[in-house]
Nanobody, 121 residues
Framework: VQLVESGGGLVQAGGSLGLTCAAS????????MGWYRQAPGKQRELVAT???????EYADSVKGRFTISRDNAKVTVSLQMNSLKPEDTAVYHC????????????????WGQGTQVTVSS
């Protein structure tokens, strides 16, 4: 499975940006998809995830500002980021968990290369 992110860039504090991640390759079942971020000198952290049934989870720091969504037909996951803050500056990585045919008990994982989001004050 390959994940390709698009979107991101430079925005002023209070602005908005949208990220999209498209999955390609082979899988039997696509499970949870999500976004993680890593700021310089910090560990990668969860931003938001969405299950294949639409259940969402958000980091406390982004609740009420970010919205995650997915299109199961196109196998994409998107992140709408509003009211951005300088502390949201990071490389944002797409993540997908999936199962392969013939291995129904195994949960595989793929990561995108990441896209830079920079929020200026």
């Amino acid at each position: 499975v390959q994940l390709v992110e698009s979107g991101g860039g430079l925005v002023q504090a209070g602005g908005s940006l949208g990220l999209t991640c498209a999955a390609s390759g082979r899988w039997h079942t696509m499970l949870t998809m999500g976004w993680y971020r890593q700021a310089p000198g910090k560990q990668r952290e969860l931003v938001a995830t969405i299950s294949n049934s639409g259940n969402t989870e958000y980091a406390d720091s982004v609740k009420g500002r970010f919205t995650i969504s997915r299109d199961n037909a196109k196998v994409t996951v998107s992140l709408q980021m509003n009211s951005l803050k300088p502390e949201d500056t990071a490389v944002y990585h797409c993540n997908a968990q999936y199962r392969l045919a013939g291995a129904p008990l195994n949960r595989e994982e793929a990561w995108g290369q990441g896209t830079q989001v920079t929020v200026s004050s």
